[in-house]
């Protein structure tokens, strides 16, 4: 088992859209028992509210429903209950380290570091861009998925 924690500021529309698009993707391939996934926030502005609306119909488009959903923030315990924090831009990974007191076990990465060219996934709560959001958020959850996939299956 592995266990995921997705992280943008707000947790309101980029790490819920990973959360949800990676356990979707996952399952698909079969491998929806191999991971537990979850989401949360470096601010605490929008704590307890739900997906904001334009990415949860991106998410609703592709089949998937995130109703269930509130922001959370994280927290310096979740780098102990987590096997992988995947911030969605680059300064998120400094917010992360500061929180977590560092990142002694290499556990916090780039949600798009697996791309040719690793790069932040911009904030569609400012560049209003949820299709180019989700993209690549689908991109860096099948990269993610790829290079663990192999690591949660039996020899
Ligand atoms: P997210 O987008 O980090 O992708 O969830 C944001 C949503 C809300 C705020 C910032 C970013 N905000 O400042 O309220």
Redesign the pocket.
């Known amino acids: 088992m592995i266990k995921i924690l997705f992280v ?9 859209m990973a959360e949800f698009i990676f356990r979707d993707m996952a399952e698909k391939r079969g491998l929806g028992g191999q991971f537990t996934v979850a989401s949360a ?1 470096i ?1 605490s ?2 704590l307890g509210n739900p997906v ?1 609306p334009p990415a949860k119909r991106k998410l609703y488009s592709l089949g998937i429903d995130c109703s269930g959903k509130r922001a959370r923030q994280m927290r310096r315990e979740d780098y102990r209950e987590y096997d992988l924090l995947l911030g ?1 831009e680059q300064r998120h990974l400094n917010q992360m380290r500061r929180i977590c007191g560092g990142d002694p076990e290499g556990k916090i990465h780039l949600m798009l570091e697996h791309s040719p060219h690793p790069h932040d996934i911009d ?4 560049t209003d861009d949820f299709d180019t959001a989700c993209a690549e958020i689908q991109e860096g959850c099948g990269q993610w998925l790829d290079a663990l996939a192999g690591e949660t299956l039996p020899e």
Do not use: H, K, T, V
Not at 8 to 16: F, K, V
């Open positions: 943008c500021l707000g947790n309101i529309c980029r790490s819920p926030a601010s502005e929008e904001y969605m904030d569609p709560w400012y």
